[in-house]
């Protein structure tokens, strides 16, 4: 067994060498342990255990509303672009999770029967969510684009067949009608935050936070331990079926007291969140939505996106409420530090309060990262904690977090506390898999699908891959290796790591493109398809663009020459056949959600694009006129 502890204090000027002041944000001071097992495995683990904590969410939220109980909780605009903000403070929440608690215990929901939500994060949808946890039903928000994107609510019919919900949830009930007709059960509840069903079946939100609480609802959370579903995630169903991740009260709770543990002042002082990410999606509906009441915080709801349209509404209400922890995917950061540099205001407002940026979903490209850092620098004087870390639905999702400066993007950290990670030799790379007592127990109604996803020991398969920040050394932490299973060889016999080497072309592209397939096995050379950025490929032409659709855009001369010398210098950085890119077509027709092209997220499936367009993987190592090629 190797110790390592981790050097240097975790402070304003921390970073080993830094010359740049860090803002003071108490966070932990890991001692990561490491041991080599003879069958090449290495167990890798961090000391000490998680303080005590409760193992019922809903608990933490209301100590919080006995201390601080006009504390806002929650916060929405009457309407994307509205004024103002509608509140519900510590208390008020309270109120509404004890008679919709009711409203649920009299409806047919049950823990055989969950709370199903259609709909996008609103205060309807925490309310029910919370009201749901509270009484020990589970509930399962689901993607809004399997409502609304969908042509065939095959997804969200595969879904509905498998959690055969008592009570399902929609804001809107023109907008998500087709929806609700596709997949409501004939003895199921819906209930709508507004508007009609063309079958006239449903009954308001508003009625329900009406309903007048009685002894039961107390009684059922008395009922509600670690082992109590609390909600059921469905993953994107890239490689077919959403798959049901049970979340436990138990996982989550313990996977706070981790976050507690890693993001120490958030302990020191209530965080202030403006969020957009989407509650059916791990990383805001469990991680950013649990944290704040743990900690007795406040939850701005952002209905922009990160999208350079999305992000006029989240930058009006960053210059309204100035975040204390921040999350965003990398894509959001890129528009953010665009929009940084055009509106000083916005920039102050923002850094005003930060100690710590997040990003996850995605590899985050190096001139984002340095132009956030050099932003945040001059608007205060010193940088702010920008950090990342690698975890899954299955997780928690926290898992493995870093907190110390680094020199550049892409490193996730160490396994957080009560952790326990494996790294398995396969394919050339190290496999990571994961124990904690944040793991879900497996999936629901799924025993096969549960089987599969743990290995002999009960560790859980993460199917990422990851190596070393530095050689052997544990301590300063890992970085994302690729997916295991999109990894190929080439004909040579050479494996290729996609998923690193997908972030770096991308990254290099300079934001002309969102995002790529690599394709090559079994040939000789590797080739691309490129999801091209239409906003950004019209900014690089600038005046030569103007008044030209789309199409035109793409197949304009002055692109192209900027995708060929962009693939030249490229190529000129590989260290071998590897990692040599050396030829580029773009993606011709959208990426479906329906065929699986595609989750709702936005990140592109590898294996189901060159699965479903073999014309144009045929076409990029053809002669056709659309290929870039060295």
């Not at 806002?72 to 004024?83: D, H, N, S, V």
């Not at 709770?253 to 993001?263: L, P, W």
């Not at 050099?374 to 690698?390: F, I, K, N, Y």
Request: net charge negative; aromatic share 8%; proline share 6%.
């Amino acid at each position: 067994m190797v110790e390592n502890r981790a050097v240097g204090p975790q402070e304003a000027g921390a970073g080993e060498g830094e010359a740049i002041p860090l803002r003071p944000s108490r966070v932990w001071a890991p001692v990561i342990r490491t041991e080599e097992r003879a069958d090449g495995s290495l167990i890798v683990t961090q000391d000490g255990a998680l303080p005590a904590y409760p193992d019922r969410l809903t608990d933490k939220l209301f100590e919080w509303a006995e201390r601080v109980p006009e504390r806002t909780l929650f916060a929405q605009r009457p309407k994307p672009g509205g004024e103002g903000w509608i509140k519900i403070s510590y208390r008020e929440m309270v109120d509404r999770i004890r008679s919709v608690g009711q409203a649920l215990l009299d409806s047919p929901a049950s823990a055989e029967r969950p709370v199903m939500i259609l709909s996008g994060n609103s205060l309807d949808h925490a309310t029910l969510a919370l009201a749901a946890m509270h009484v020990g039903i589970p509930y399962a928000p689901i993607s809004p684009a399997y409502s609304l994107l969908s042509q065939d609510f095959g997804k969200l019919k595969a879904i509905a067949a498998d959690l055969t919900p008592g009570l399902v949830f929609a804001a809107d009930g023109k907008l998500f009608g087709k929806a609700i007709a596709a997949i409501l059960p004939h003895d199921a509840l819906l209930v709508l935050g507004h508007g009609d069903d063309a079958a006239g079946r449903g009954v308001s939100f508003a009625s329900l936070a009406k309903t007048v609480a009685s002894d039961r609802v107390e009684a059922a959370h008395d009922a509600v331990d670690g082992r109590t579903i609390a909600k059921i995630l469905f993953t994107s169903g890239s490689t077919g079926s959403p798959k049901g991740v049970i979340q436990t009260n138990g996982m989550l709770a313990a996977n706070q007291a981790m976050v507690a543990d890693c993001y120490a002042f958030l302990q020191d002082e209530p965080p202030v969140l403006v969020d957009w990410a989407p509650w059916n999606h791990t990383a805001a509906g469990n991680k950013v939505f649990n944290l704040t009441f743990w900690h007795g915080g406040s939850y701005y709801i952002d209905e922009g996106k990160p999208t350079p349209a999305g992000m006029d509404e989240t930058c009006r209400n960053l210059k309204e409420i100035s975040p204390t922890w921040y999350f965003n995917v990398p894509k959001g950061y890129e528009e953010l530090s665009r929009r940084f540099g055009e509106d000083a205001e916005l920039r102050r407002s923002f850094f005003r309060d930060l100690k710590m940026m997040m990003y996850a979903g995605a590899g985050m490209a190096q001139h984002t990262w340095n132009t956030l850092e050099a932003q945040a620098l001059e608007t205060l004087g010193h940088r702010v904690r920008l950090v990342s870390g690698l975890g899954s639905t299955e997780t928690g999702p926290f898992a493995i977090a870093g907190t110390d400066p680094q020199p550049e993007a892409g490193n996730v950290g160490v396994p957080a506390k009560a952790v326990t990670l494996k790294l398995v030799p396969t394919g050339g790379r190290l496999e990571a898999r994961l124990k904690s007592p944040s793991i879900t127990p497996g999936y629901w109604r799924k025993p096969d699908l549960t089987a599969e996803a743990f290995d002999e020991e009960g560790f859980y398969k993460l199917g990422d891959a990851l190596r070393f920040a530095e050689p052997g050394k544990a301590e300063k932490g890992f970085l994302f290796d690729g997916r295991v299973a999109e990894n190929f060889k080439l004909g040579t016999g050479t494996w290729v790591a996609v998923g690193p080497l997908r972030a770096a072309l991308v990254d290099h592209f300079g934001a002309v493109i969102r995002d790529a397939v690599i394709a090559g096995e079994g040939r000789e050379e590797i080739g691309a398809l490129g999801l091209a950025d239409i906003a950004e490929c019209r900014r690089l032409l600038g005046k030569a663009g103007e008044g030209l659709d789309d199409a035109a855009i793409l197949a304009h001369p002055e692109l192209r020459r900027q995708f060929s010398d962009r693939l030249v210098s490229f190529a000129a950085s590989a260290t071998g056949s590897a990692t040599r890119v050396t030829r580029f077509i773009l993606i011709d027709k959208p990426p479906s959600i329906d065929r699986g092209e595609v989750t709702d997220k936005g990140s592109l499936n590898q294996r189901a694009m060159l699965a479903n367009r073999p014309e144009l993987v045929a076409a990029l190592y053809g002669a056709d006129e659309r290929v870039v090629a060295l």
